[in-house]
């Protein structure tokens, strides 16, 4: 039913990780059989907890560097660049790196939140046999696959609408994940061992394909976060000032973003 939006659709970023939440959250219900419902729930508003104040940090810190009075040697330079277009995109920074590791954070934590951390072997066949009672390996690893994939789902869609409201280039901050995926899968690459037992060779060589399969994995997810956000509105939807004829879709126009409605005693002053 949430994908019924599309008869009136409404493309504001809030409302499209709503109707997500939605559609996933039958699925995800249905294949849980303890408290990992409760999970998905407290996942999915960590998510935008995290989506929005990602924004609030980047606002706050561009309003105190914009606030700088400029050096004297650079208010000239600081003119010139006035008058030049503003670039259509925004540099990475260090805080950009902040965004990346709580985005691995998230991503450890959509998998092994519901089941033991120290082994995979704790997703059990027990959520799929209610719906499919006989012994079906494929068709219960599927459901399984699936079951497993939907915190992704949400995890990826989350952070392509960060990138979008952050103002960096498109896929800037999964590349950004991406090259510290790359370094873990370094480090692990360094550990391997060539001598010893075979439960050490074992161990070090697996833990340097399960590192280099993730950043496959990464790039997978960048493929669904922009099947998820194409078309998304970042813009925040704000009541017009007082005087101000209200837009057809109920969104302000650049002019009119942040002012706020003055009360009869400010307007008099």
């Given at each position: 039913?949430?994908?019924?939006y599309r008869i009136q659709q409404n493309n504001h970023y809030m409302h499209k990780l709503l109707v997500m939440f939605l559609t996933c959250a039958p699925t995800f219900v249905i294949l849980t059989i303890s408290y990992e419902g409760l999970f998905y729930v407290a996942f999915s508003t960590a998510l935008i907890c995290w989506v929005r104040l990602e924004h609030a940090v980047f606002v706050f810190s561009s309003s105190k560097t914009n606030s700088k009075p400029p050096a004297n040697g650079s208010a000239s330079k600081a003119a010139a660049a006035t008058q030049s277009p503003p670039p259509a995109f925004r540099p990475l920074t260090?805080?950009?790196?902040?965004?990346?590791?709580?985005?691995?954070?998230?991503?450890k934590s959509a998998f092994f939140s519901t089941g033991n951390v120290a082994s995979v072997s704790s997703f059990s066949l027990?959520?799929?046999?209610?719906?499919i009672p006989v012994f079906d390996p494929f068709s219960q690893t599927a459901m399984l696959i699936l079951k497993i994939m939907i915190p992704f789902a949400l995890v990826s869609a989350n952070l392509g609408v960060i990138n979008?409201?952050?103002?960096v280039a498109p896929s800037a901050l999964f590349m950004l994940v991406i090259a510290l995926?790359?370094?873990l899968t370094l480090y692990f690459f360094w550990v391997v061992r060539d001598e010893g037992s075979w439960l050490e060779i074992g161990s070090t060589i697996s833990h340097f394909v399960i590192a280099s399969l993730f950043c496959v994995f990464v790039a997978a997810l960048e493929v669904v976060s922009g099947w998820f956000v194409a078309g998304v509105d970042v813009e925040e939807l704000l009541p017009?000032?007082?005087g101000e004829a209200q837009p057809a879709d109920g969104k302000l126009t650049n002019g009119a973003v942040g002012s706020l409605p003055l009360d009869d005693q400010g307007a008099d002053q």
């Open positions: 039913m949430p994908l019924a260090l805080d950009d790196a902040r965004i990346a590791l709580f985005f691995l954070v998230l991503l027990e959520s799929v046999c209610r719906l979008r409201r952050l103002g995926s790359d370094i017009p000032a007082r």
